[in-house]
């Protein structure tokens, strides 16, 4: 291939051509015969041609497709050459690829929501969900093999008595705040009876915590709150006494009723576990057992900021689609394999543990996720549980303590034992139904940009 032709390849006319080589001639000041020039011209050109070769086959991509435009190339860079050749307008360019975990995009999608919360009304067919009764073990007896009581906020449940609390039926079963024999120190989480008090008039919730001065406090928008939530919701933040010091030093100090901005700051003393993060799963997966005469309960994580209206989310996520409980799946995994090995690569928690927990669950018949399955119970095995909402009618209950009793026998990572958890539930109650609502995750995070910023609410 000579110059002329190498040039034209690369869309520039001959004319083009020449007058680059004719600029060659004033780049030395050595005399050269001009019956000489064509030979050396030939001499660098084919010096140039080899070492182009030779970089070309290690790279391993053939010659004649560095010169060719790739289908894609030629359809961003000539739209107007592409659609003339087809006689149809190009079709649009594939999507990007995939970046890697930390750097991958994940975009918000639409969500209905009432106009207002003047006219909404509570559906009159919840008394149509599974009902039967729940107690739940206050006090234990039992010590250990050596005749030594052992204090535990979650219990002494036994195997069989794990397998009896997945049957939905009238029982009574360990969920949390287990006390000792009389006489013996509180088993922990203890809160004044005075916010008791209040919190046993509460029969909407909005609940967060902060343990170990581990987060900032974000205060509910109170312009996007209608009176009536603020006068008829409980917003209950809580913490414990460091989170209350340090929230003091930076300036938020409750008000005489314990408030700063819409949250009621409820102090959580003696702790229950030395992991704050099993300790943040009380306030999460318990709050029909801190707040016994609620109906429904919103829980959002400290990281989000309450920006719309709960009476609204209450409608849009369980009386319109007829839900007891509604939460998003993940943003990135769906299938429990999946989560177990991120938690081991990210050391989330110990290695061992999660292999027994693990191996423990799938001699119990969990299975992988199958998404091409369309029996399948859930859209994804994996949570996003960032934001839950809730009615607190009995299989709702029930799951809330078999969720938390398996986090408090095995690992704080609850994202581990939710698939689990659900599918064993449903397993053992074929014939009574369980309204669960697991949403798209594009939904939660069309949430928390409602929690982070101001958001224009949709016609229902």
């Keep these: 291939m ?25 780049f030395g000041r050595i005399p050269f015969p001009r019956h000489k020039l064509s030979t050396w011209t030939f001499l660098f050109g084919t010096t140039f041609l080899i070492c182009f070769l030779v970089f070309s086959n290690l790279n391993k991509i053939p010659f004649h497709e560095k010169f060719e435009e790739s289908p894609l190339i030629l359809q961003q860079a000539h739209p107007d050459l592409r659609e003339s050749e087809t006689g149809r307008p190009p079709p649009p360019p594939p999507p990007p690829p995939p970046r890697s975990k930390r750097g991958r995009q994940h975009f918000p999608c639409e969500i209905g929501f009432a106009k207002s919360v003047d006219y909404l009304v509570e559906p009159s067919d919840l008394t149509n969900f599974t009902q039967f009764s729940l107690k739940y073990i206050d006090r234990e007896q039992k010590t250990s093999s050596n005749n030594v009581f052992d204090l535990r906020f979650g219990g002494h ?44 008039t509460c029969k909407i919730v ?8 581990s987060d900032f406090l974000r205060r509910p928008t109170s312009k996007q709150i209608s009176g009536y939530s603020k006068d008829n919701v409980c917003f209950v933040m809580f913490v414990d006494e460091q989170t209350l010091s340090k929230l003091s030093m930076e300036g938020n100090v409750p008000d005489d009723g314990g408030k700063i901005g819409l949250w009621r700051l409820v102090v959580v003393r003696n702790l229950p576990y030395k992991d704050m993060r099993r300790t943040g799963k009380v306030p999460k997966l318990l709050s029909h057992r801190l707040f016994p005469s609620a109906r429904y309960s919103i829980w959002l994580d400290s990281k989000m900021r ?19 409980y509604a939460i998003s799946n993940h943003y990135d995994r769906h299938c ?11 050391n989330k928690y110990n290695h061992t543990a999660i292999d027994e927990q693990f191996n423990f669950y799938q001699s119990d018949g969990l299975t992988k996720f199958d998404p091409s399955d369309p029996n399948k119970l859930l859209p994804s095995y994996v949570p996003e549980g960032s934001f839950i909402v809730r009615a607190h009618t009995p299989m709702s209950n029930l799951f809330s303590c078999l969720w938390f009793n398996e986090v408090d ?12 958890t659900y599918l064993k539930l449903k397993r053992m109650n ?31």
């Design 306 to 324: 309450l920006h719309i209206d709960p009476m609204l989310i209450l409608e849009r996520f369980l009386w319109r689609t007829k839900s007891e």
């Design 430 to 460: 074929p014939d009574k139904p369980f309204n669960f609502n697991m949403f798209k995750d594009c939904e939660r995070r069309t949430l928390a940009k409602l929690f982070r910023h101001r958001i224009t609410v949709l016609p229902s």
């Design 157 to 200: 449940q036994t195997l069989e008595e794990r397998q009896q609390s997945f049957y939905a039926k009238n029982q009574t079963l360990h969920c949390g705040f287990v006390k000792g024999r009389p006489g013996y120190p509180s088993t922990g989480f203890e809160i004044n009876e005075k916010d008791k008090a209040y919190m046993n």
């Design 206 to 213: 909005v609940s967060s915590c902060i343990f170990g001065n």
């Design 336 to 346: 429990v394999w999946e989560e177990v090995l991120q938690n081991k690569r990210l």
């Design 409 to 420: 026998r095995f690992t704080s990572r609850d994202q581990l034992s939710f698939a689990y």
């Design 2 to 26: 000579n110059c002329y032709r190498y040039l034209e390849k690369r869309g520039l006319s001959n004319d083009n051509a020449i007058r680059f080589v004719r600029r060659g001639k004033r």
